[in-house]
């Protein structure tokens, strides 16, 4: 069966440092992939989503990253944290191409930055 | 472009009493809409899509096309459908855009 990892499942930073968050998926090829910020009264946010190795495309300009090194990692990054990007980040996965398909969604991470 | 709202962010209910947690969609194509539940300390899940025409744990939901809505209902709420709810949209991609969510609680 199909799993999804992400860690660490809690961060605090301080303002500035640099933000490395994993997120690893089981049982699957070529998943898509996909990076999301929840946040209080604001709803789910795509911030990034992956067809493929390498492949990576942004939805909202900010101050993160995101890379896939792999078929089924993907990292999401910072070279310097703003106190504007707490919140808690989940990665999801859906099988490739065709319509109607589920996205299934890691653990989160809650991110602080002070 | 797509856009969800979802316009209640807080809806509470008695137990047994009926519940519809309220979509509305923006999108000038044919859209697949879902419902996404979290639970408290599990999660974010899907409930249940349009295209399955299915039940899930006593919801259904109904696209409307021509109001443009796909409102979750459920006849006889209880304390477990507690949660927070997400309407979603998938266009002519496979991205989803999510509403900003609805905190369901349902009373005792």
């Known amino acids: 069966s199909q799993t999804i990892h992400q860690w660490p499942a809690t961060l605090v930073q301080p303002v500035g440092s640099p933000l490395s968050l994993e997120c690893t998926v089981e049982?699957?090829?070529?998943?898509?992939l996909y990076w999301y910020r929840q946040a209080a009264g604001r709803g789910l946010q795509l911030l990034f989503y992956?067809?493929?190795?390498?492949?990576i495309s942004s939805e909202v300009p900010q101050n993160l990253s995101a890379s896939r090194p792999q078929d089924r990692q993907f990292i999401l990054s910072s070279k310097k944290l703003l106190l504007s990007d707490s919140g808690f980040y989940l990665c999801?996965?859906?099988?490739?191409?065709?319509?109607?398909?589920?996205?299934?969604f890691g653990p989160g991470t809650r991110l602080t930055v002070l | 472009a797509q856009r969800v709202t979802q316009p209640e962010k807080l809806l509470s209910v008695f137990k047994g009493a009926p519940v519809e947690l309220k979509c509305n969609y923006s999108?000038?194509?044919?859209?697949?809409l879902f419902w996404y539940v979290q639970y408290s300390r599990q999660r974010l899940q899907l409930l249940l899509r349009?295209?399955s025409r299915e039940s899930i744990k006593g919801f259904t939901a109904d696209l409307n096309k021509g109001e443009t809505s796909f409102h979750l209902k459920k006849p006889f709420a209880q304390e477990e459908d507690s949660a927070m709810y997400y309407c979603?949209?998938?266009?002519?991609?496979?991205?989803?855009?999510f509403g900003k969510g609805t905190l369901l609680t349902v009373n005792p």
């Open positions: 999801a996965w859906s099988v490739p191409a065709g319509g109607g398909n589920e996205q299934f």
């Open positions: 049982g699957t090829s070529n998943p898509n």
């Open positions: 992956s067809v493929g190795i390498g492949q």
């Open positions: 999108y000038s194509g044919s859209p697949e």
């Open positions: 349009h295209i």
């Open positions: 979603a949209l998938r266009g002519s991609n496979y991205k989803l855009t």
